[in-house]
């Protein structure tokens, strides 16, 4: 029996644009418009691109206690966030696996998560079930999602409003767009400037149109979002991450604050936290860490792969990859043993059964455009 996929508000925009439809976690998604992935990408990267995220889950955490709440799921500082500002976070297991990876942003009076849409259905049981009793969670199933990307997107949205924009990266507020009140955050997962935009379901589609209508923004699909984060070098929960992939193999350190280690006023007190402060407390005991690679040869390497080293003995796979228009060759995200991740470490993938020489680069394989 076939799966019955969900639409987001802009379904039929979507279609009117000429975009081909997939399935994608339970909903109707457009992977690319008549300009083509690798236009699109491109387009994204020099001008500014727009992209329908409405599958994404969005939950409020409501309460004095949402953000000391909150801390007992994740390995970050939720605490100290400052209002106006957001935060890159991860929901994690006893066995400090990621369940999620998730942004927080604090509204002031409360905190607006934004979840993966495959994952959005059980992290919302999770923070009920977990911290409900602390905090009102409010899944707010009446808002879409849009992101605004690339170097032209700070003047595309100026152009449809008189609101003050967010000024850095990973800042944000309240705006009115095209005369509709919304909620802006300078983020996005393409390595480029720009901007999520949260707004009514009711309203997604006026707001989209006035933001197409804008110079030089195009319509992008799944196909390029997802070209343009494996070049930023930004992982994919359900490939680059999952619930037995640790924060530490994951190369993402950065994520958790010195204040949530060990020595820190509040270490711990999260789930897997033994395991995943022991791995940041002796690097040598990770076996494994996320690296990226850049292949030889023009052929995309992709999910799956085999990693093996001179002898032909494996030491990892391959959990992302395809061809980087922007840089105009193959880029590779994979898992590897940790003896093999160093920067300049040959190794073979085993493409079709041939070895394909390929080497650990450090990320991202584009330069970011953030501004910070």
């Known amino acids: 029996m076939s799966e019955v996929l969900s639409k987001t508000p802009l379904f039929d925009l979507h279609v009117s644009l000429g975009a081909r439809m997939v399935p994608f976690a339970g909903y109707e998604m457009p992977v690319q418009y008549p300009l083509g992935v690798m236009k699109e990408h491109l387009h994204t990267r020099s001008h500014a691109g727009l992209f329908d995220v409405s599958h994404m889950g969005q939950v409020e955490l409501h309460g004095a206690d949402a953000a000391a709440a909150l801390e007992t799921l994740v390995p970050v500082d939720v605490i100290d966030l400052p209002a106006g500002k957001q935060r890159y976070a991860l929901f994690t297991n006893d066995a400090g696996g990621i369940l ?10 409360y905190l607006h998560l934004v979840v993966n849409a495959g994952c959005k259905a059980q992290d919302f049981a999770h923070l009920q079930s977990k911290i409900g009793h602390r905090c009102t969670v409010k899944v707010r199933d009446d808002l879409a999602l849009l992101a605004l990307q690339g170097p032209g997107a700070e003047a595309a949205l100026r152009a449809v409003s008189t609101s003050n924009v967010p000024q850095t990266f990973m800042t944000g507020g309240r705006m009115v767009i095209a005369g509709i009140d919304c909620l802006v955050t300078r983020s996005g997962y393409t390595g480029e400037d720009g901007f999520e935009i949260s707004v009514a379901a009711t309203q997604c589609e006026t707001l989209a149109k006035a933001l197409l209508a804008a110079p030089n923004v195009q319509p992008i699909g799944l196909g390029a979002r997802d070209s343009l984060r494996l070049e930023a070098g930004l992982c994919l929960y359900g490939h680059d991450l999952d619930t037995t992939i640790t924060p530490v193999e994951a190369s993402l350190n950065w994520a958790m604050q010195k204040i949530r280690r060990t020595g820190g006023a509040r270490a711990g007190g ?3 936290a033994a395991v995943i402060l022991a791995q940041l407390d002796n690097p040598t005991s990770v076996k494994r860490k996320r690296v990226g690679l850049k292949p030889e040869g023009r052929a995309p390497i992709r999910e799956g792969v085999e990693l093996v080293d001179s002898a ?11 061809f980087g228009p922007t840089v105009n060759g193959p880029v590779i995200m994979a898992y590897v043993d940790a003896a093999h991740s160093a920067v300049g470490t040959k190794m073979n993938a085993m493409l079709r059964g041939t070895p394909t020489p390929v080497t650990v680069v450090t990320m991202p394989f584009a330069p970011h455009g953030y501004k910070r």
């Open 312 to 322: 032909g003995a494996k030491i990892g796979t391959v959990t992302s990859g395809g």
């Open 100 to 109: 999620d990876d998730l942004m927080m942003f604090n509204c002031g009076d």
């Open 270 to 272: 999260f789930p897997g």
